[in-house]
């Protein structure tokens, strides 16, 4: 990250970080969203902390902030005056208190997700996946856990034995962002990880032989991969 930062100062960029699942983590003792210049997150009811919709959006900039509290309120500079466009980007009362109900539990549900992850990765060493260490991150939050498959086939095989079962799976990372009609670039890897990437259940209640069941599943899916 204090990479990408250099880089941009030297050439008078702005950084936009896009950590909509990040609530709650560190990088190197800082909170993951005082770096950049701007960082959005997510309140969506998926996300570990949640207000069922909205977000937020952080920075330390003055200049910025000014703008995009006017971007948020239809471009109101008082009663009368306007700079600008603007939407109606405000959360209500009602996600508010959702969010200020969630809010107190949140110690208790990260220690529910890392118990839960720890419990994935037991009956999940026969198979040949690929998921996420945070051990290395402080603060890392556990939103999800998400799994990639050693090819294509093997997935295909894997979510419709999981379907087939009654456990559902997401595949939040397909598409990749780079193919949609308003972007652009050329990103083989995220475009080839996206065909295999799977998020599997992970929720407050989740039982210990729910999980211990979706990884014989796996394994199942795995050695029977579709042709």
């Known amino acids: 990250m204090e990479a990408i930062q250099a880089i941009a100062d030297k050439h008078g960029l702005k950084v936009i970080y896009d950590v909509a699942h990040s609530f709650g983590v560190k990088v190197n003792g800082i909170s993951i969203f005082e770096y950049g210049d701007i960082s959005s997150l997510s309140f969506h009811a998926t996300k570990l902390f949640h207000a069922v919709e909205g977000g937020a959006v952080i920075t330390k900039s003055t200049e910025f902030t000014r703008k995009l509290s006017l971007l948020r309120n239809f471009g109101h500079a008082g009663p009368y005056d306007f700079e600008g466009m603007g939407i109606n980007g405000k959360n209500s009362e009602f996600h508010a208190v959702i969010g200020l109900l969630v809010l107190p539990h949140i110690s208790e549900i990260l220690s529910n997700r890392k118990e839960q992850t720890e419990r994935y990765k037991k009956p999940m060493k026969g198979l040949e996946l690929i998921y996420p260490n945070g051990d290395h991150i402080e603060d890392y939050n556990y939103s999800y856990f ?18 087939s079962n009654g456990i559902g799976s997401r595949r939040y990372f397909m598409p990749g962002l780079n193919t949609f009609d308003y972007t652009s670039g050329d990103c083989p890897i995220s475009e080839e990880i996206s065909k295999k990437i799977l998020c599997l259940p992970l929720y407050d209640k989740l039982k210990p032989e729910e999980q211990r069941m979706s990884a014989s599943l796996l394994l199942l899916g795995q050695n029977n991969p579709a042709s």
Request: proline residues 6%; negative net charge.
């Open 146 to 163: 998400p799994i990639i498959f050693q090819s294509e086939a093997i997935f295909e095989a894997c979510v419709e034995i999981l379907e």
